[in-house]
């Protein structure tokens, strides 16, 4: 997207993401954050898993290592990111990491404000599938949006594109834009039609956050970052080279729709609903 004078802008990293390497993850994240503080990015989008890489599904492994590998928010290295940030005034949201709290375990996203205080906003996911419950992961109690810098966005994870209910319901609540993270190891069949007909259906922009996934500097696999918009595919980068896609920030302001606690409440029930009743379909065989 061509870069305008005084335009304003959120950042889609395509990144590289090491497996089993917080601390250089982290480094790269800073290097990135840098970088978007000279580019007019109000707010920088990592990929999912940026952090931890995308340890799940690799064939070792099991509960310790998800413990292991998991952040507490807040916590030492969040903290860390969490002031680079705010030194350089770019909003922060990692799309998607494995977050410890006590004795749980979440797939949550997360929302780092470059403004003072040291407030995190949280979302986590929702509809896990077995493997992940398997894991020691709990499930997200209701749908949040993530706000920066007076833009909304909605995070869907892996499987939960499958569920139509939950992508409305985000749009519903006021989102601007919807981020969708995808494991590696776990490629939804069709994600990129879905994607595409979601865009279209719900008039609004769609992103799926890629990367270049290493182990030990050797390329393993790499996830494109794609954009839609209104059932039009306006960017693909599928590539091993490190990109930062800029999307004006006036091409996401829209008006919200009004909508009570009460419908928000009964629309929420009928999500888990729906989504009890597909998941023991699936079981059966149906």
């Given at each position: ?46 990929p ?20 292991k ?60 599938s ?11 109690k ?19 594109i ?14 601007n834009?919807?981020l ?23 008039d ?5 956050t ?35 896609i ?12 009004n ?28």
């Amino acid at each position: 997207m061509k870069e305008e004078p005084g335009e304003r802008y959120i950042g889609l990293v395509h990144g590289r993401i090491f497996l089993y390497a917080s601390k250089h993850n982290l480094r790269e994240a800073k290097k990135y954050i840098m970088y978007a503080a000279r580019q007019n990015i109000d707010t920088l989008i990592l990929p999912y898993t940026q952090l931890q890489g995308p340890i799940l599904y690799e064939e070792h492994t099991g509960k310790y290592t998800i413990r292991k590998n998991a952040f507490t928010v807040p916590g030492p290295l969040i903290g860390n990111l969490s002031i680079v940030a705010k030194n350089h005034g770019v909003d922060l949201l990692i799309t998607g990491l494995y977050e410890k709290a006590g004795p749980k375990l979440y797939i949550t996203g997360l929302g780092i404000p470059a403004g003072p205080g040291e407030l995190f906003y949280k979302t986590r996911k929702i509809i896990l599938s077995e493997y992940e419950k398997n894991l020691g992961f709990s499930p997200g109690k209701s749908p949040k949006l993530i706000s920066l810098s007076n833009i909304s966005y909605g995070l869907i994870y892996d499987s939960e594109i499958l569920y139509p209910e939950m992508l409305r319901l985000l749009q519903l609540m006021g989102s601007n834009i919807i981020l969708y993270g995808m494991h590696p190891n776990n490629i939804i069949p069709n994600y990129s039609i879905l994607l595409k007909t979601y865009s279209y259906i719900s008039d609004t922009i769609i992103a799926c956050t890629g990367s270049t996934v290493y182990h030990m500097d050797r390329e393993r696999y790499t996830i494109p970052t794609i954009v839609y918009k209104s059932g039009e595919k306006i960017l693909e980068h599928d590539s091993d080279e490190t990109a930062l896609i800029l999307i004006p920030k006036k091409s996401l302001i829209k008006s919200k729709g009004n909508i009570s606690g009460e419908l928000l409440n009964l629309l929420y029930r009928y999500t888990k609903l729906t989504t009890k009743i597909i998941q023991n379909m699936r079981k059966r065989g149906g």
